[in-house]
């Protein structure tokens, strides 16, 4: 079971950093951002996230805001999976 977390955890890391290096590359580009590979690659990356965003969200919820409930959705994924980290090593469940 601790194996599972960590591989969650180790997941939901990846998603953040690719959504922060998504959003930095959004600033940088400009009007551009779409034409930009790296940026391609980020938002394939992201796109799982996206999709669980907007199928956790209530419907009343406007597409153009899951930009913004994407990373609080990564982020109390994250803190989530640590805490069931810490447990599962000081419970000594491996």
Do not use: C, H, S
């Not at 907007?54 to 989530?80: E, K, N, S, Y």
């Amino acid at each position: 079971m601790l194996d599972v977390v960590i591989i969650l955890k180790a997941l939901t890391e990846v998603a953040g950093i690719a959504l922060i290096g998504q959003g930095i590359l959004f600033l940088l580009a400009g009007a551009n951002y779409r034409k930009n590979i790296p940026y391609a690659i980020l938002a394939t990356v992201t796109r799982p996230v996206f999709v669980l965003a907007r199928f956790l969200a209530p419907r009343f919820v406007a597409d153009g805001f899951i930009w913004a409930l994407t990373p609080a959705l990564v982020l109390i994924f994250w803190i989530l999976f640590t805490y069931f980290k810490i447990k599962l090593v000081l419970l000594g469940g491996g």
